[in-house]
């Protein structure tokens, strides 16, 4: 009687492995690219819901609240003037600064502000670029001296090379993204 010892993989069994790695590595490649677009949504949405808050603190308490941009800490503080921070209605105690990579055990890490003034004009030449914006007792969008704002401004957020644009309307302080 003749035993064959079958040692190895055949044909079949080599190409079905090469099969499933090649699925594994796409579902892996396409789970991480939603993370990336998820993660500068989020960024996104936090900070056009904060920019609103200031809004409607500015409006409610008739007095101007706003937002200063620290881009090279990838954070942001609302304040209402003279340079007062606003308390956090979500985290009792502490003031409302959003720093992207300490937020929510790091959620927005490397968010980034696309600018080292954040806030530009569209078109460019309409005004200068600033580190902050404020808004007045009707929602009207100002520099820091209370003067309306006569530009639409952006804010731009960017993660992995990927920018997204907040849009800041002139007059109204209708924010668009």
Known sequence: MIVKNENGFTLIELVLTIIIVIILATVVSLGLSGLSTARLNNAVNKVVGDLRYAQQLAISTQSRHGMTVDPSAAQYTIYRTPATAVPDPSNLGKNLVVIFND?????????VFASATPFTTVPPACGAARSAIEFNSIGAPTDTGGTVLTCTYTLTLSYAGNPWQITIQQNTGNLTY
């Open 103 to 111: 937020y929510q055990q790091g959620q927005l890490a490397g968010v």
